[in-house]
Structures are given as C-alpha cells and as structure tokens.
C-alpha cells in the first residue's frame, strides 16, 4: 500500500517524469502511426458505401472521434487541474498546459470535418445545432486558457489560474451543453439526429473505435512530447536538467 | 460577518457616487450599443421587435463585462484588496459585498433602462415586462461569473481583452435563457420555463462563483 503511493507520486517530480515521458513518446507515436493507419486504410477500402449517404459519410471515421477527443481532453485537464490545485504538485499544471494546444485542435478539427459533413449531407456548411453550437463554446474555451496562461508571466500563477479556469469550464460545460439544447428546441426541431450509432454497421463500429485509440494515442504522444518540453523550459536553471545528456551536448 | 457585508457595500458605493462619471458610462454604453441595432439593419418595426431580445442582451453582456474591470482593479491598486484578503471575516462575503455592489452601480440601471429603450424597438408590454425580469435574474448571475474573470486577470497586461475571452463563453447560458424568455413571452409561448431556468443559474453562481473568485483572488494576489 505504502510502496504503491511512493511510487506514484515519485513521478509527480519533474525531475523522474521527464525520462520517464522520454521512454514513452516513441511507444505512443508507433501506436498512433499504426492505429491511425490501419484505421484510415479500412475506414477508406474497407468500411461499406452507406447506402443513404454514399461515399461521403466516411468523414466520419475522423469527425467523431476528434469530437470525443475535444471532450475528453477538456475533462482530463480538469482531472490534472484539480490535482494541481489539491496537491500543489507543479507537473498538474504542467500537463494541463501540455493538453489544452491538442484539445483546441481536435475541437476545430471537429468542427472542420462536421462542416465538410455537413456541406453534402444537410447542405450547409453550419447549423446552429446544439452540438455545433457547444463543441464551438468548448473550442472558446480552449482558446480562453491559452490566452490566460499566455498573457502570465510567473508559471506558478499561470498553472494555478489555469487550472481554476478549467475547472470553472468544467462545471459549466453541462449547463452549456443543455442550455444549447433546449433553447434550439424551443424554436425549430432538430435539423438532423446524431443517434444513428446502433444501427452502424459492425465493420464502421471498430473502424471508428481503431481511429479513437489511434488518437488517443497520438494525444498521449503529443502532449508527453510537450509536457517534456515545458519541464526544460521552467527547470532550465536546475543542476538535473543541465546534466542531461541532450542539453549538454 | 454581516455588518462586514453591509461595510463593504456601502463604502464601494459611495465610492462610486464620488466618481458619477463612472457609474454612468456603463449605463450610456449600453444605451449607445441598443441605438445602433436599428441605424443599422434599418427602422422596420418588425424586425426590430424580432431582433430586440438578442439585441438587449448581448448588450447587457458587452456592457456587463466591460464594468468588470474595475470591480477588483482600483482595491489591487492601492493595497485595499490585500487588506480583505487578511480580514478575519471569510472572503467568501467580501467578495459577494464587492459583487453586489458593482451589480447595483453598473446592473440595475441598465435594468431600469431596459423598458424604456424596449419602447424604442416596439416591444409589448408583456415582453417589456419578462424582459425586466429576466435582465433583474441575469444580470447578478454576470456580475457573480464576470467577477471570477476579473479576479483571474488582476493587474494582467491587455486585461481588459483577456477577460472577454474567458468571460463571454461562461455567459452563453445565461445569453440563451435570458433572451429565451423574452422571445417565447412575445411569442405567447410564455418565458416561465426560462425565468426558472435563470433563476437557477442565478442561484447556483451565488453560491459557487464567490468561491472560484476568492480563490482565483488569492491566486493572482500572492
């Protein structure tokens, strides 16, 4: 029991995270290579034509699980956030930071690919549909803690700032989510139902399944890679950093 | 704990009635930004009365947010804010006198003036009526979220764009609500479901918003 709590919070150091991060980006980024290629080559030849959509449907394999990704990131920030803010470890907020940058991308990327969806399929490149219209809020979001970690010289102020944001966020991203919804059904019923998730086929199911893990793995990669580079940035002046072997030389 | 409240409240109104000109530019914003809707998308009276809900509330937004600045700024300048961040009295209060404060000197006036610039736009009584309401439900709530945007980037350079940026997207629920109510009311749907649902939202941010904000407040204040 003792063992086991050592040994996590051993890793809440900078100082073992980072070789520690070092050893894992290059698992992560084969896994992603593979994952998203094996996926990509059967959401393109092998996934079936949708009978009602045609070929067009296969955005899809991309669009969804970069939506699940946006969301998930925002609540695993949160997670680091918290633990920031609870334990005053520096990594947290390290991570938070590390996070935001991939999740605003898959938060655009969602909104790119669901307008590139949406140009042959509803005939508009925008709805002010309750999920266009939160997954935009989250990527505001996103673009809000940047900004705020940005515009914060001292690290230590911006980590925890940040992390009081997210969370924030966090608390307000149901209320968003449900305020969106029912102020659109107020007025017109929706354009279209997303709800078509039990009636997809097998082979699209583990498609889409084989591009969410391969983003979370590149996720994963990305954010380590990150992460590490922001742990050198801040530790620049420590002595464990100066005797690494890739600043030395 | 209470006399601390009234204190403070007091004594940040009557700092506002030392400076009117301050108390009035909010108000004024909010009645410039309304005007210039109907210069221009044009006098017609029927989309003036379908535009009026949007059009009140983003204002009262826009208006309500520029006012945040202020709210912790002046007390940061000259060290007043570090002295309530070391009272006995829990922070948690001091904050909600500051809140209730700014909220009488730059919420309720636009609330006030709401009815009158409803006029303008050819609003029914009735909707004028749920206007008010809704704009006296949703105002607090901005003042009680703006607040804990304006605690986060205390004494931050290019503040004033910054807090926008993490403000406005936490006011979206109270946005939709508050000119949801007005719109279905005008309609003959009825806003009782909206005004609950602000109601709500007012509730909850009195509760929870202080805390985020004094605790964004000893962050930025250390």
Do not use: C
């Amino acid at each position: 029991m003792n063992a086991r709590l050592i040994n996590w919070f051993k890793f809440s150091s900078p100082a073992t995270f980072y070789p520690l991060a070092g050893k894992m980006v290059p698992i992560f980024t084969l896994l992603a290579v593979v994952l998203i290629g094996v996926g990509l080559y059967m959401s393109f030849f092998v996934a079936p034509t949708d009978y009602k959509q045609g070929e067009g449907y296969r955005i899809i394999f991309v669009h969804v699980p970069a939506a699940w990704m946006s969301m998930f990131i925002y609540l695993i920030m949160a997670f680091w956030a918290g633990l920031g803010l609870v334990f005053n470890t520096r990594l947290s907020g390290m991570m938070t930071r590390a996070l935001a940058p991939t999740g605003a991308i898959f938060a655009f990327l969602a909104l790119w690919t669901g307008a590139f969806w949406g140009k042959p399929m509803w005939g508009t490149w925008w709805v002010w549909d309750a999920r266009l219209t939160s997954e935009l809020i989250l990527l505001f979001l996103y673009l809000g803690y940047l900004a705020l970690q940005g515009s914060i010289d001292d690290t230590r102020r911006a980590d925890r700032a940040g992390a009081l944001l997210v969370l924030v966020g966090v608390v307000n991203i149901p209320i968003i989510y449900y305020s969106v919804q029912w102020w659109n059904t107020l007025h017109q019923g929706a354009t279209i139902s997303m709800d078509n998730g039990s009636k997809m086929g097998v082979t699209m199911l583990w498609t889409m399944l084989i591009m969410a893990l391969g983003f979370w793995a590149y996720t994963i990669a990305v954010a380590l890679a990150r992460v590490r580079s922001i742990i050198l940035e801040r530790e620049a002046d420590t002595t464990w950093v100066s005797e690494l072997a890739e600043v030395r030389r | 704990m209470f006399s601390a409240f009234k204190t403070l409240v007091g004594r940040d109104l009557l700092l506002a009635m030392r400076r009117r000109s301050d108390l009035f530019t909010t108000l004024f914003f909010f009645v410039i930004v309304v005007s210039l809707f109907p210069l221009g998308i044009g006098p017609e009276l029927n989309t003036l009365r379908l535009i009026a809900p949007g059009v009140f509330w983003v204002a009262a937004l826009l208006a309500s947010m520029l006012a945040l600045e202020r709210l912790f700024a002046i007390d940061y300048e000259d060290g007043a804010l570090e002295q309530m961040l070391l009272a006995p009295q829990p922070l948690f209060i001091l904050v909600l006198a500051k809140v209730t404060a700014h909220w009488l000197v730059t919420g309720l006036p636009l609330v006030l003036m709401a009815p009158l610039l409803g006029l303008q736009y050819d609003m029914a009584t009735d909707a004028l009526m749920a206007m008010v309401i809704s704009l006296l439900l949703g105002t607090p709530a901005l003042s009680l979220i703006g607040a804990i945007g304006a605690a986060l980037t205390l004494g931050l350079r290019g503040g004033g764009v910054l807090v926008s940026l993490l403000v406005l997207p936490l006011y979206i629920p109270v946005l939709i609500f508050g000119s949801g109510a007005v719109e279905a009311t005008a309609s003959g749907l009825g806003g009782q479901g909206h005004l609950s649902m602000l109601g709500a939202i007012l509730v909850l941010s009195l509760l929870f918003a202080p805390i985020a904000s004094s605790a964004a407040l000893r962050i930025s204040a250390e």
